[in-house]
């Protein structure tokens, strides 16, 4: 029988370690020997297998069954049974990206899991967000890189005139998303988690119900229940959409044309992006910014350069600290109109006649007809309020038991990866483990070309952060024009930015703008996500000549007082204290070795 100790190294890490041995084997706690302490163990890696490639000489560490824990094993081609008394062990109201990572994670671990969608599977994310803008973008770039004859004679190429066919464009669009749709939709049911067709509402405590608007409904229960519904496109007042010349970012990944001069109202990521396609594609844009500067949110340091690169050289023009307060669409032959004024002062700007206007002014979470005064809910701003375990908070500001909301709906973070991790935390709660997911380690990113990537805190934030709390902040930078790879490829503009402290070493924010910057990013995220210190991972050693040596370069030019650890800070602090706690033991735990060993088997580390 197989048996599993868990030695929790932090409250999201925890190690196993398997035997193979009879009902006895089985342990749930681990005692540290005199021959071995914390500062003697050597780890290969902070993954489940930690131990597994790692030799010492050592004597066996010695488990015994002291505290015995029931753990959930779970078959990846059954959906599980269902908790005494419910239908499902977790209900999840919307299929995004946020729900169907829940969802593939429930099933993991063993529970009953349905997930109810009254569009399509795959959300905003696969079918009008993340999934088709990039294939947009993907011809973008190539276009770009195609018309631009300086950089193709850089290379000794040749191109003739590029052109593109905008039914071809769209299809590509289009195709890719109902290709990851279907996948998303494959892997689901391949699981056996059971897709239930249907707006979903709560209905009451640990009930849901779904169906079509006047038509059949039918209620189900669930131990757990999950709200997914992530967001729709934010429409100002005074702003007419008809989805032909005046549209949101729904319409326009369709590209159902392709306007002389368009208005992008909005400059964040949304605004960004399409600029960078209808650009490519021959447009010419006017960025509407209600801010003093364009690409609010950004690093300010990151976003002039940007503006520098992405924006003076191209086709567009921009007016910003002004609102768009009425925007009418072309119709009877005349122009889509746009009525500008002073942000301020409210006194009128300009009026612009174009031949289409985009709004990107943002998403707004889909939380209507959910049924939350069921449960005594009060949205905050069309937002679910919840804790920082994504549970769902009433009106009397008390947790509401067994109900969870995570993704756009909660307003936490609007991104479709984070709903995802959300997912998953709130899927090891409901198994039983305690998570919280730290949102200042998921990366941000804009698929320009050159792209901009984010995590953390900007300098500003950082800079606030450090003089309320009585610290000292530093910032080191470097530039992709030292870097091989970047020069190989002619693409050598771009920066990347990290803001930290000094004096521990702590990763506060890292920011990059420039070739493949979203790829780049990660190893940043992760070192904020494990608590590393820039002082260990400064040796880590990264392939030549590859773009991943910018981040190198970055992490070895900060200058920290501390000096490094032989392990990450969280991990050598929860090693300590796991072997500060049981130390009082290991005397009395040795008395009695003999006796702890007899009639069981040892389980060798080594």
């Given at each position: 029988?197989?048996?599993?100790?868990?030695?929790?190294?932090?409250?999201?890490?925890?190690?196993?370690?398997?035997?193979?041995?009879?009902?006895?084997?089985?342990?749930?706690?681990?005692?540290?020997?005199?021959?071995?302490?914390?500062?003697?163990?050597?780890?290969?890696?902070?993954?489940?297998?930690?131990?597994?490639?790692?030799?010492?000489?050592?004597?066996?560490?010695?488990?015994?069954?002291?505290?015995?824990?029931?753990?959930?094993?779970?078959?990846?081609?059954?959906?599980?049974?269902?908790?005494?008394?419910?239908?499902?062990?977790?209900?999840?109201?919307?299929?995004?990206?946020?729900?169907?990572?829940?969802?593939?994670?429930?099933?993991?671990?063993?529970?009953?899991?349905?997930?109810?969608?009254?569009?399509?599977?795959?959300?905003?994310?696969?079918?009008?967000?993340?999934?088709?803008?990039?294939?947009?973008?993907?011809?973008?770039?190539?276009?770009?890189?195609?018309?631009?004859?300086?950089?193709?004679?850089?290379?000794?190429?040749?191109?003739?005139?590029?052109?593109?066919?905008?039914?071809?464009?769209?299809?590509?669009?289009?195709?890719?998303?109902?290709?990851?749709?279907?996948?998303?939709?494959?892997?689901?049911?391949?699981?056996?988690?059971?897709?239930?067709?249907?707006?979903?509402?709560?209905?009451?405590?640990?009930?849901?119900?779904?169906?079509?608007?006047?038509?059949?409904?039918?209620?189900?229960?669930?131990?757990?229940?999950?709200?997914?519904?992530?967001?729709?496109?934010?429409?100002?007042?005074?702003?007419?959409?008809?989805?032909?010349?005046?549209?949101?970012?729904?319409?326009?990944?369709?590209?159902?044309?392709?306007?002389?001069?368009?208005?992008?109202?909005?400059?964040?990521?949304?605004?960004?992006?399409?600029?960078?396609?209808?650009?490519?594609?021959?447009?010419?844009?006017?960025?509407?910014?209600?801010?003093?500067?364009?690409?609010?949110?950004?690093?300010?340091?990151?976003?002039?350069?940007?503006?520098?690169?992405?924006?003076?050289?191209?086709?567009?023009?921009?007016?910003?600290?002004?609102?768009?307060?009425?925007?009418?669409?072309?119709?009877?032959?005349?122009?889509?109109?746009?009525?500008?004024?002073?942000?301020?002062?409210?006194?009128?700007?300009?009026?612009?006649?174009?031949?289409?206007?985009?709004?990107?002014?943002?998403?707004?979470?889909?939380?209507?007809?959910?049924?939350?005064?069921?449960?005594?809910?009060?949205?905050?701003?069309?937002?679910?309020?919840?804790?920082?375990?994504?549970?769902?908070?009433?009106?009397?500001?008390?947790?509401?038991?067994?109900?969870?909301?995570?993704?756009?709906?909660?307003?936490?973070?609007?991104?479709?990866?984070?709903?995802?991790?959300?997912?998953?935390?709130?899927?090891?709660?409901?198994?039983?483990?305690?998570?919280?997911?730290?949102?200042?380690?998921?990366?941000?990113?804009?698929?320009?070309?050159?792209?901009?990537?984010?995590?953390?805190?900007?300098?500003?934030?950082?800079?606030?952060?450090?003089?309320?709390?009585?610290?000292?902040?530093?910032?080191?930078?470097?530039?992709?024009?030292?870097?091989?790879?970047?020069?190989?490829?002619?693409?050598?503009?771009?920066?990347?930015?990290?803001?930290?402290?000094?004096?521990?070493?702590?990763?506060?924010?890292?920011?990059?703008?420039?070739?493949?910057?979203?790829?780049?990013?990660?190893?940043?995220?992760?070192?904020?996500?494990?608590?590393?210190?820039?002082?260990?991972?400064?040796?880590?050693?990264?392939?030549?000549?590859?773009l991943s040596e910018v981040i190198d370069e970055l992490f070895k030019s900060a200058?920290?007082?501390?000096?490094?650890?032989?392990?990450?800070?969280?991990?050598?602090?929860?090693?300590?204290?796991?072997?500060?706690?049981?130390?009082?033991?290991?005397?009395?735990?040795?008395?009695?070795?003999?006796?702890?060993?007899?009639?069981?088997?040892?389980?060798?580390?080594?």
């Amino acid at each position: 029988m197989q048996s599993s100790i868990s030695l929790s190294l932090s409250s999201s890490s925890p190690i196993t370690v398997r035997s193979n041995g009879g009902a006895n084997s089985a342990a749930s706690d681990l005692f540290f020997s005199n021959t071995a302490t914390p500062s003697q163990l050597r780890f290969c890696g902070l993954r489940r297998e930690a131990f597994s490639g790692c030799k010492s000489s050592n004597n066996a560490l010695l488990f015994k069954q002291l505290r015995p824990k029931t753990k959930i094993s779970a078959s990846l081609s059954t959906n599980g049974n269902s908790s005494k008394g419910f239908d499902y062990d977790l209900v999840i109201i919307g299929a995004g990206v946020g729900g169907h990572g829940a969802a593939l994670h429930a099933v993991e671990k063993g529970l009953k899991t349905a997930i109810i969608e009254g569009d399509v599977v795959g959300g905003t994310c696969v079918n009008r967000g993340c999934v088709p803008s990039k294939a947009l973008l993907a011809v973008s770039g190539r276009m770009r890189e195609l018309q631009n004859e300086h950089h193709m004679k850089s290379f000794g190429l040749q191109v003739a005139a590029a052109g593109y066919d905008r039914q071809g464009v769209a299809d590509h669009a289009q195709n890719l998303a109902t290709k990851i749709r279907n996948n998303l939709t494959n892997s689901m049911k391949s699981l056996g988690v059971d897709i239930l067709t249907g707006f979903g509402s709560v209905v009451g405590p640990q009930k849901v119900k779904y169906g079509t608007i006047g038509g059949t409904e039918t209620v189900i229960t669930a131990k757990n229940i999950i709200i997914a519904t992530g967001s729709v496109p934010f429409v100002p007042k005074g702003v007419e959409v008809d989805g032909k010349t005046v549209i949101t970012s729904d319409h326009a990944l369709k590209l159902e044309t392709v306007p002389e001069w368009i208005v992008i109202v909005g400059s964040g990521y949304i605004g960004l992006e399409f600029s960078d396609v209808y650009t490519a594609l021959g447009s010419e844009v006017t960025f509407v910014e209600a801010l003093d500067q364009l690409m609010p949110g950004f690093d300010p340091e990151i976003g002039k350069l940007a503006q520098r690169v992405l924006i003076n050289p191209r086709k567009i023009d921009y007016h910003t600290g002004v609102f768009a307060t009425k925007i009418t669409p072309a119709k009877d032959g005349k122009p889509v109109t746009i009525e500008l004024i002073d942000a301020k002062t409210k006194e009128p700007k300009d009026t612009l006649e174009v031949d289409a206007a985009l709004i990107a002014t943002g998403r707004a979470p889909f939380t209507n007809g959910l049924g939350l005064e069921n449960v005594n809910v009060e949205t905050q701003r069309g937002f679910i309020p919840v804790d920082e375990r994504m549970r769902v908070i009433d009106s009397k500001g008390e947790l509401v038991p067994h109900l969870y909301c995570i993704g756009d709906a909660n307003g936490k973070m609007m991104l479709a990866h984070a709903a995802s991790a959300q997912g998953i935390s709130v899927v090891e709660q409901v198994s039983g483990k305690d998570h919280v997911l730290n949102h200042l380690s998921i990366p941000a990113a804009c698929f320009t070309h050159p792209e901009i990537s984010m995590v953390g805190l900007t300098e500003p934030q950082a800079r606030e952060k450090a003089e309320k709390e009585g610290f000292e902040i530093s910032i080191a930078k470097t530039s992709f024009k030292a870097n091989t790879k970047a020069l190989a490829e002619n693409e050598g503009e771009g920066i990347a930015k990290m803001i930290y402290r000094p004096d521990n070493g702590e990763i506060l924010g890292v920011h990059i703008f420039g070739m493949h910057a979203a790829d780049l990013i990660h190893e940043a995220s992760n070192a904020i996500a494990l608590g590393t210190r820039i002082q260990d991972i400064k040796y880590a050693v990264h392939a030549h000549p590859t773009l991943s040596e910018v981040i190198d370069e970055l992490f070895k030019s900060a200058k920290v007082r501390g000096k490094a650890s032989l392990l990450p800070p969280q991990l050598t602090f929860s090693l300590v204290l796991k072997w500060l706690k049981t130390r009082f033991l290991v005397r009395l735990l040795n008395q009695f070795r003999s006796k702890l060993v007899e009639g069981q088997e040892a389980v060798d580390l080594s």
